[in-house]
């Protein structure tokens, strides 16, 4: 069979963050943390798509989402993305 691990990130101690979404789906892992500082809250976007080749399969409304909020993010993951036609 097919065996997933599943995502983690590994945050030091001293820092303070909180879990605030993982989802599971056929094609792609989800991950999402948020990171308090002193000034600011940053999310961080942790993702995992299975190499399908179909763009259908991506969770861009997700990401569209993050992106259009007021935090700042990083996203960051394994996307197995393939265009040729960009090289």
Known sequence: ??????????VARDI??????????QHYEYQK??????QTTLNIINLYVKPTRVA????IPLLFEELS???????????????????
């Open 33 to 38: 943390l948020k990171v308090f500082t002193n």
């Open 16 to 25: 303070q963050c909180s879990a605030v979404t993982s989802i599971r789906r």
């Open 69 to 87: 909020g007021r935090s700042a993010v990083v996203i960051a993951g394994d996307f197995n993305i393939h265009a040729p036609n960009l090289i």
């Open 56 to 59: 259908d399969n991506y969770p």
């Open 1 to 10: 069979g097919n065996v997933s691990a599943g995502l983690s990130v590994l």
